[in-house]
C-alpha cells in the first residue's frame, strides 16, 4: 500500500509537471485527484486494512494528495504566469492589421453648414421655419419691393412655372428672402427667425456657378433694431462657420428689400497677404443685409413706424466650399460618392 | 464701369492720395472697387528719341538705317521698317531693356546684318490706337529722352467699379457723380462742370415730333456746323478715353462718348446732311421693321422698340445705336446732336433681346436724371468749340415735350436715424453731409425737411430710410460697433418635419452607412412615360435650364436613381439619401403642394443575392424598421406586400415590395427596382433598390407614439431552437404571425436565423430556423412549457402544411 500510494505520488508529480496547458493540467487533475481517479481508487482500498496499519496508511495517504494537489497548483500557476507571458510577448501579432470595417456615412457638406447654424441661431431663440421652393411672384417679388420691371424678374434670370396666370405666375425661389414675409404673416412681430432652404437660378453651370444651391436668410424685426444688431449676429454666424472670430467691415451694398443694405467682408480665414480665395486683397465679400425695408414691412402687415427689423443672406454652397476648400460648385449636386465620402457624419 | 482718376481729379483734388486710399474710400463710402490699373503701365520704358541720322540700309530697300538720340547716352544705331522715318523727327523710342505691351522685350538685334540696339514704334506698338502705317512722330518740342507716358500725359490710374451696385444709382454713371461722392467723403469742394456756352439767337427749324410719349417725354436736339471735316481728337481727350478702354474714332464721335463718361448722359450725333425729312419723329418700331444699325447688322424692331425717324425712315435705335446711313463720316460737317430722355424698361428690353447692350443702353436704363441732357449738349458744345474753334452752333437747342425728375421732399427723424444706425450724430452733422450730397435740407424742430436734388430724384430716393442710408454711408458704416439682441423672446416654435427629417437622416447616416446627398428638383421629359404618368401629373417649367428638362419631380426616387447610375463605375455599392421635396399640382389651387420625402437608394453588385433575408430588398426592410424603432413605432409598424390592386410607381418591383402603414396611414414603400427601369437606366452591373418615406405621414404617427419601460423579467428564460419545414409560398410574415399567435404568453423573442433548402426537404420546402426565447416574469420556467410550446410550434407547422423538423 505504502509502496503504491508512493509510485502514486511520484508518478502524479511528474505527471503534473509534464503537463503543458491549463486544459492538460485539468486532465491530470482528474485522472489524479478525480472522483474515479487514482487516489480516490487508493483511498477505497483503506478500508481492507488493519486496524493497525490504517491510521499510518491514512496519513500517508492524505500527506499525498495534499503534495500533489500543491504540485497541481504551482504547475498552475507556472502555466498561467507563462501564458500571460506568452500574450505579452505578443509573438504573432501584427498590431498595424487594419480596424475591422464599420458601416460608414455622411452628411452633405452644404447640409452640415446648415445644420449647424441651425442649431447656432435656434440657441439664440431664432425659429427656424421653411418655404415653399415653387414661389408666388408676390412673395419672391413684388413683397420683397422688387419693382416690376427689374431684370431679376426676367426669365434670363428666374425659372418660371408653366401656364399659371399673368397676375399668379409661379417661379422658383431665386432666394430665401421669400420666407421673411411668410414667417412675418405666421408669427407677427416680434420675431427672430432663420430659413435655410434651396434656391434656384437660370444659370449656366461652370465651376462657380449652379442653377440649384443653398441660402440661408435670417430676420430680426423687434422695436429699436438696428444696425449694430444685425452686425452682431451676421459676426455670431461667421464665428459659428469658421470656429473663430473673425475681423468683419461692413461696406454699402445695395438690395432692393433693405434699406440702408450692406455688404459684409470678413478678413480673409486663408491668409494674411493676400491669397487666391480673397484675390489678394485680405478682405472676402461673405455676406448681404440690411434693415428690413418699410415696404417690405408693410407687404407683411407689420407697422414700420413701430418696428425696424434687419435681413440678411448666407450663400450656404459658398460658406461650404470655403469651409472646405471645394473650388467646383458643381460637385455639390453631382451625388458621387468620391465627393460625398470625404465629409463625415 | 471703368473710373480715370486724372479725369475725377478735375473736378476734386485727390492729388495726395493714392489710387489704393481712394479705392478704398469708394468700397467703404459709395461702391464696389473691384480692381486698379495703371494706364500707360505697358509703355513705361518708352522714352521721346530723336532721329540725329537716317539712311537707306545697305542690304534692304524697304528698311532704314537711323542713328537715335534719346537721352544722356551716345546715340544707338536703330534700324526701321517704316516708310515715314525721316531724319530730324522726335519719335517714341523703346530701348533695349524695355518691354512694350505684349510682353514683348526689346533685345540688340541684327537685321540683314545691320546692328539694331532699339525699336521706333508705331501707335499700335504702343497700344495707343491702331494705326501701324507708320511710326508715331512726336511734336518738335518734345523733350529727348522724357518717358512718352509723361510727355503725353498719360500716365493715369484706373479703378473698375463693380457695375451691380452701381444700379441704383443714375448719378454714378460718370466720372462727375463720382468726383461729387469724394468730395463729400473727403468734405473737399466740388469744381462745377464747364456748360458755358454763347447759344445763338437762332431758332432751331427742325420739326420735332413725340408720338410715343412714355418712350421718349423730351426730345432735344441742337444743329452744329463743324467748321470742316471730323479730326483727330486732342491727346489729353483720346488717353483719358482710352485710360477706361473707351476706343477713340474722331473728335466728333469722341466728344459724344466723353460726355457720356463725364456725365453719364449718351447723346448722338446723326449727319444732319444724311436726314431726309429735316425732321425728327420719335415712335414706337412696326413690328418686324427691319433696321440697321451702324454695326452693319440689320435687327428685325418689335413693337416695342423705340426708333427715331427722320419723316422718312428709322435713322436710329432710340437709346440703343445709331444707324448706319446716318452716321458720322469722314466726309461729314454739319450734325445734328441728340440729347433725349428714354424710357430707361424699354431701353433695357430692346437692348437685351437684340444682344445689343452698348454704354448708352446701359445707362438710359438705370432712369436718368431729365435734367442731365441740357447739361450733355451745352458740354459737348463747350467741348467742341474748345477743339475746334472752327465749329458753329446754329441754333439754340430745340427742346420737344418736357420732363422733370419728381420733386421729393422727406420727413427725416434725426433721433430715430441714429438709433437704426446705432451712431451718435447730432442734427448739424447729418445736415452737413446732406447738404453736401446736394440735397436741401430745412430744419424744422422735430424733424428735418429734405428735399432730394433731381439726380438722385428719378428712383434712388424715394423714402426718409434712404437719407439714413446716404448719412450711414458717408459717416462710415464701418464705425458701427455689433451689439447683441436682448434676450430670446420665447422658445423658438420647430418645424415638426424638419426635426424628423434632421433625426431620421442622422440615424441613416450613423447607423447605416449612407451618404447624404442632394439631387436636382427637376426630371427630364422622358420621366413622364417611364413613371406611367403624363405631363398634367408634374408643375411644368416654362424656361428649363435644358431643354427637354421640363419636369418638377413629384419625389426624388429618379433623381437618385440617375445619381446611382453616375456612381456605378467607381462604386460598385453604396447607398445614398435625400430628404427632398417632390411637387404635385393640386388642381384649383395657385401653388403645387410639396411633400417633403426621405429617400434612401442602394445599389450593390451583381453577386448579391436578389432574394432572401440577405438581400439588398431584406436590408432595405431593416433600415426601415430601425429607422421605426428610433421613433418608437415599430410595436404598431405594419409591414405588407403590396396588395395587387393598389396603385403602385412604376419604379417598384410588382413582388418585391413593402409597403408601411401605421394604423390606415401609410408611411412609405421599399422595394426592389423594377427589372424594366433598371435595363433601360442601364444598371447592367448591379441590383437596385429603394427606400421612401412621407415626413408628414411619419410626423403624424410618430406624434402619438408613447415610448414605454419594459420591466426586464428576473428570471432565467429558456431558449428554443425551433425550424419549420414549410411550403415555400406561405410567406414569412404569416409564419410568424402564427408562431406569435400559437406561442403563448412565455414566448419572449423570436428571431430568424437561417433559412434552407434543399436535400433533407421535399420539393418546395424550405426550413425557416428560429431562436426562441421563454421567459415569465414571475418563475423559472421548467421542461413543461417547453415540451408545450414545442407541441405547439408542431401543431403550428402542420396548419400551415409542413412540419416541425428535429
Known sequence: MRDRLEALCRDGIAAVAEAQSADALQDVEVQLLGRNGALTAQLKGLGKLS?????????????????????????????????????????????????????????????????????????????????????????????????????????????????????????????????????????????RVVAPGRVFRQEAQDATHEHTFHQMEGLVVDKGIGVPHMLHAMNSMLEGIFGR????????????????????????????????????????????????????????????????????????????????????????????????????? | MKISLNWVGDYVDISD???????????????????????????????????????????????????????????????????????????????????????????KAKLRGEVSRGMICSERELEISEEHDGILELHQDAPVGERLIDFLGMKDSVLELDNKSLTHRPDLWGHYGFARELSVILNRPLSPLDLDV?????????????????????????????????????????????????????????ITNYVLLEIGQPTHAFDASTLRGHAIEVRAAQEGESFTTLDEVERKLESDDLVISDGERAVALAGVMGGLDTEVTHNTTRILLESAVFHGTRIRRTAQRLALRSEASTRFEKSLDPAYTQQATARFCKLLLDIRPAAKVLSAPQVEGHSVAPEIVLQLDPVRTSELLGIEMDRPAMTGILENLGFSVEDQGQELAVTVPSWRATKDVSLAIDLVEEIGRIHGYNRI???????????????????????????????????????????????????????????????????????????????????????????????????????????GEL????????????????DTPREGYE??????????????????????????????????????????????????????????????????????????????????????????????????????????????????????????????????KFLDSLELFDVYTGPGLEEGQRSLAFRSLLRSPERTLSDKEERKFLKKMEQVAIELGGNLRS
Not at chain 2, 24 to 37: C, K, Q, R, W
Not at chain 2, 207 to 236: F, H, M, N, V
Open chain 2, 17 to 107: 492720395l493714392s489710387a489704393e486710399k481712394i479705392a478704398e474710400l469708394l468700397s467703404l463710402h459709395t461702391a464696389e472697387v473691384e480692381g486698379i490699373e495703371s494706364f500707360g503701365e505697358g509703355i513705361r520704358d518708352v522714352v521721346v528719341g530723336h532721329v540725329v541720322q537716317c539712311g537707306q540700309h545697305p542690304a534692304a530697300d524697304k528698311l532704314s538705317l537711323t542713328m537715335v538720340e534719346y537721352g544722356g547716352e551716345e546715340p544707338v544705331p536703330v534700324v526701321c521698317g517704316a516708310p515715314n522715318v525721316r531724319e530730324g523727327q522726335k519719335i517714341a523710342f523703346a530701348p533695349v531693356g524695355s518691354k512694350l505691351p505684349g510682353d514683348l522685350k526689346i533685345k
Open chain 2, 198 to 254: 454763347a447759344w445763338p439767337r437762332q431758332e432751331g427749324s427742325w420739326k420735332i415730333s413725340l408720338s410715343d410719349i412714355e418712350g421718349c417725354p423730351q426730345y432735344g436736339a441742337t444743329e452744329i456746323d463743324l467748321g470742316g471735316i471730323p479730326g483727330q481728337a486732342p491727346t489729353w481727350m483720346r488717353n483719358r478715353l482710352q485710360a477706361v478702354e473707351q476706343r477713340p474714332v474722331n473728335d466728333i464721335v469722341d
Open chain 2, 481 to 587: 460697433q455689433a451689439k447683441p439682441l436682448n434676450a430670446p423672446v420665447a422658445v423658438p416654435v420647430q418645424q415638426p418635419l424638419r426635426l424628423l427629417g434632421r433625426k431620421l437622416l442622422a440615424r441613416l447616416v450613423q447607423s447605416h452607412g449612407a451618404f447624404e446627398t442632394q439631387s436636382y428638383s427637376f426630371l427630364d421629359n422622358n420621366w413622364a412615360d417611364s413613371l406611367g404618368l403624363g405631363r398634367q401629373d408634374f408643375v411644368c417649367i416654362a424656361n428649363p435650364v435644358h431643354s427637354e428638362v421640363e419636369l418638377m419631380r413629384r419625389d426624388p426616387i429618379p433623381s437618385l436613381l440617375e445619381q446611382a447610375v453616375g456612381n456605378l463605375r467607381e462604386n460598385p455599392a453604396g447607398r445614398l439619401c435625400e430628404l427632398a421635396k417632390g411637387y404635385e399640382p393640386i388642381a
Open chain 1, 51 to 191: 486496524a493497525e496499519e490504517r491510521p499510518a496508511a491514512g496519513k500517508l495517504a492524505n500527506e499525498v494528495k495534499q503534495t500533489l494537489q500543491k504540485a497541481l497548483e504551482d504547475r498552475r500557476a507556472a502555466i498561467e504566469k507563462a501564458e500571460l507571458e506568452e500574450d505579452l510577448a505578443g509573438r504573432g501579432v501584427d498590431p498595424t492589421m487594419p480596424g475591422a470595417p464599420m458601416p460608414v456615412g455622411g452628411v452633405h457638406p452644404v447640409m452640415a453648414v446648415a445644420r449647424e447654424l441651425e442649431d447656432l441661431f435656434g440657441s439664440m431663440g431664432y425659429v427656424v421655419w421653411d418655404g415653399p421652393e415653387i414661389e408666388t411672384e408676390a412673395h419672391n417679388f413684388d413683397n420683397l419691393n422688387i419693382p416690376g420691371d427689374h431684370p431679376a424678374r426676367e426669365s434670363h434670370d428666374t425659372i418660371w412655372m408653366e401656364d399659371t396666370p399673368e397676375d399668379g405666375r409661379l417661379c422658383l425661389r431665386t432666394h430665401t428672402s421669400p420666407v421673411q414675409v411668410r414667417a412675418l404673416k405666421q408669427f407677427g412681430a416680434p420675431l
Open chain 2, 615 to 744: 438581400s439588398l430588398f431584406a436590408r432595405l426592410r431593416g433600415v426601415s424598421q430601425d429607422l421605426m424603432r428610433s421613433l418608437d413605432l415599430l410595436d404598431k409598424l405594419r409591414t405588407s406586400p403590396v396588395q395587387p390592386e393598389t396603385p403602385m410607381p412604376t419604379w417598384a418591383h410588382p413582388v418585391q415590395s413593402l409597403e408601411y402603414h401605421v394604423g390606415e396611414t401609410l408611411l412609405g414603400r421599399s422595394c426592389r427596382v423594377h427589372p424594366r427601369l433598371q435595363a433601360a437606366m442601364e444598371f447592367d452591373r448591379a441590383d437596385v433598390g429603394v427606400l421612401l418615406l412621407d415626413l408628414e405621414a411619419l410626423a403624424k404617427v410618430a406624434e402619438q407614439a408613447e415610448p414605454k419601460f419594459h420591466e426586464p423579467s428576473k428570471f432565467p428564460g429558456i431558449k428554443v431552437d425551433i425550424a419549420l419545414a414549410l411550403p415555400e409560398a406561405v410567406p414569412y410574415d404569416e409564419v410568424v404571425g402564427a408562431i406569435r399567435k400559437f406561442g403563448g
Open chain 1, 245 to 345: 472670430k473673425l475681423e468683419t467691415r461692413l461696406r454699402p451694398g445695395f438690395f432692393p428689400f433693405v434699406e440702408p443694405g450692406f455688404e459684409l467682408d470678413a478678413r480673409c480665414p486663408f491668409c494674411k497677404q493676400g491669397c487666391k480665395v480673397c484675390k489678394g486683397t485680405t478682405w472676402i465679400e461673405l455676406m448681404p443685409g440690411g434693415l428690413v425695408h418699410p415696404n417690405v414691412l408693410c407687404a407683411a402687415g407689420v407697422d414700420p413706424e413701430t418696428y425696424s427689423g434687419f435681413a440678411f443672406g448666407l450663400g450656404l454652397s459658398r460658406m461650404a466650399m470655403l469651409r472646405y476648400g471645394i473650388h467646383d460648385i458643381r460637385w455639390m449636386m453631382s451625388g458621387d460618392l468620391r465627393f460625398l465620402e470625404q465629409f463625415s457624419a
Open chain 2, 591 to 606: 401653388q403645387p403642394r410639396e411633400r417633403c420625402w426621405l429617400a434612401v437608394v442602394e445599389w450593390a453588385g451583381k
